[in-house]
């Protein structure tokens, strides 16, 4: 099934047909695939919807740049055409960035929040890192003189780019400097949806120490930390991640 807002075409997936919605935004350039172990565990028991971002699994490429302002707001739009009220949001990494501003920006309504190493913090890049930047932003400049500066450019960014961006359509590159240039520290003291933060203790991309600084600005949150895990610390621990979970988001008797 497809979604079309302002002329942005994404592909979504729904599992199961209850009332509660869990509601599953994954991380950059991952699509529901990495979640399939927890989809296959909570669709018997609640709604589940997915959706591959713009340019991402069968999601067409936009034909614009975007931000990440721009990919909550189609969350936004697709949460109210599908008529979601107050769903659960299990986000990863790129996730947690469209999840802070949903609740601490927009202030949707959202049931409860589980967040995966989330990448709502800016890192700050090194000496080297700054370097590398000025050094290719010179050279970007220099070749436009030159007759073969297409080719050129394609040499810059296999040096110069992350694996992130490489791996990006050239169209998809200014979408991709917008967000990763975006910090939004500032939001999350606004979110006040029950939050349960689960990181990988050797997360390399978003440092546990962000955990930790989220705990502290989310007042309605718990951490916890997989020993030795990624990244992606929801597929190193599986199951437990299931029964986690399941105990969160279960009705309570009353």
């Not at 400097?177 to 979110?191: S, V």
């Not at 930390?225 to 969160?248: G, K, M, Q, R, V």
């Amino acid at each position: 099934m497809y979604y079309i807002y302002n002329d942005i075409k994404v592909k979504y997936y729904k599992y199961g047909n209850k009332n509660k919605v869990l509601l599953i935004l994954p991380g950059w350039g991952n699509t529901s695939k990495t979640f399939y172990n927890i989809i296959n565990h909570f669709k018997d028991n609640y709604t589940i919807y997915t959706i591959d971002y713009p340019g991402f699994g069968k999601s067409p490429i936009p034909e614009k740049e975007l931000t990440i302002y721009n990919y909550t707001d189609l969350i936004i739009s697709f949460l109210k055409d599908k008529k979601i009220l107050n769903p659960i949001i299990i986000a990863h990494s790129f996730g947690g960035r469209i999840t802070t501003l949903l609740t601490g920006y927009y202030k949707i309504n959202i049931d409860k929040l589980i967040l995966f190493d989330i990448a709502s913090i800016k890192q700050k890049k090194s000496i080297k890192t700054r370097l590398k930047e000025k050094t290719y932003k010179i050279l970007k400049k220099i070749i436009k003189i030159f007759p073969n500066k297409e080719k050129l450019q394609k040499k810059l960014i296999n040096y110069f780019g992350s694996a992130d961006y490489k791996a990006l359509p050239p169209t998809m590159h200014k979408t991709f400097t917008n967000i990763i240039n975006e910090d939004l520290t500032k939001y999350l003291k606004y979110i006040s949806s029950e939050t349960l933060l689960i990181w990988g203790e050797k997360d390399q991309d978003t440092p546990l120490k962000d955990a930790y600084k989220i705990n502290n600005l989310i007042k309605e949150s718990a951490l916890i930390i997989y020993p030795n895990a990624s990244h992606y610390s929801y597929l190193d621990y599986p199951i437990l991640t299931n029964n986690i979970i399941n105990e969160f988001i279960k009705e309570k008797d009353h």
